[in-house]
């Protein structure tokens, strides 16, 4: 399923974080460039060498981005 097709994503005006793995195999990398140009408050980071796990593969990284995130979002 090509999730980045949803025409709803548009509709997201709630700040998003999307962290995608640069290699990752189960979806393509550039599918979080799609993802993140479909909702009009999208942050996109893409995290080199790493793959579709990156809350396992990079935790300290994805855990500071996420908390960083949330933080300047309250």
């Known amino acids: 399923m090509d999730f980045t097709r949803d025409s709803r994503l ?3 005006t709630h700040p ?3 962290i995608w ?3 990752d195999k189960v979806n393509r990398p ?3 460039r799609m993802l993140a140009d479909a909702m ?3 942050d996109l980071y893409s995290v080199a ?5 990156v809350q396992w593969e990079r935790a300290d990284l994805f855990n500071s981005l996420a908390t960083t995130f949330l933080a300047t979002r309250s």
């Open 10 to 12: 548009r509709k997201v």
């Open 21 to 23: 793995g640069a290699e």
């Open 40 to 42: 009009p408050n999208c």
């Open 49 to 53: 060498n790493t793959g579709h796990w």
């Open 30 to 32: 550039e599918g979080g």
């Open 16 to 18: 998003t974080l999307v």
